[in-house]
């Protein structure tokens, strides 16, 4: 089992930068791809960025591509989603997940936090 928890989020305004972690307890991190997924209201969750156990393959929704940056750190069982020039319509609940296999862009991972609330005010 791997427990995530999310945190970082909050209300935030357009233009703004936000630093998402999600802190992973359990099954040893380091063997696990990590995915930040997103859910808006009224709408379905969607892939927002993931990356490899090494750390070194990243891979973004297009959407993001250029202001969200994602990365691990396996020594203290995180990995981040940094995010710049928010806009409004990034507001959703963000969520972290851990796959066994590589990293994703559907929601086949073995594993989900309880998400984040990010909220941006135009």
């Known amino acids: 089992q791997v427990q995530l928890v999310e945190s970082g989020g909050g209300l935030v305004q357009a233009g703004g930068s936000l630093t998402l972690s999600c802190t992973a307890s359990g099954r040893t991190f380091s063997r696990y791809a990590m995915g930040w997924f997103r859910q808006a209201p009224g709408k379905e969750r969607e892939f927002v960025a993931a990356?490899?156990?090494?750390?070194?393959?990243?891979y973004y929704a297009d959407s993001v591509k250029g202001r969200f940056t994602i990365s691990r750190d396996n020594a203290k069982n995180t990995v981040s989603l940094q995010i710049n020039a928010l806009k409004p319509e990034d507001t959703a609940v963000y969520y972290c997940a851990a796959t066994s296999q590589g990293p994703r862009e559907t929601s086949e991972y073995d594993y989900w936090g309880q998400g984040t609330q990010v909220t941006v005010s135009s």
């Open positions: 990356i490899a156990w090494t750390g070194f393959s990243k």
